[in-house]
C-alpha cells in the first residue's frame, strides 16, 4: 500500500515537471512576433471599445 502510494507521489511529480518543461519550451519558440503584435492589436481594439460598450449597455454608470 505505502509503495503504491509513493509510486503515485513520484508520477504525479514527474507529470508536473514534464508540463513545466513544456510550457517553458513553447515560450521560447522563435516567432512569437506576430502572435504579440496581434496580442497587442487585440488589447489596443479592447481599450478603445470597452468605454463605449459600457456607455451603451448602463447609459447612467459611469466609467471606471
Do not use: D, K, Y
Request: aromatic share 2%; glycine share 10%; proline share 5%.
Amino acid at each position: 500500500m505505502l509503495a503504491a502510494a509513493f509510486a503515485l507521489a513520484v508520477m504525479v511529480v514527474a507529470g508536473a515537471g514534464a508540463l513545466v518543461a513544456l510550457m517553458v519550451a513553447c515560450r521560447r519558440q522563435p516567432g512569437g512576433g506576430e502572435a504579440g503584435a496581434l496580442r497587442e492589436t487585440t488589447g489596443l481594439h479592447t481599450e478603445r471599445s470597452t468605454p463605449a460598450v459600457l456607455q451603451r449597455v448602463a447609459p447612467q454608470a459611469e466609467l471606471i
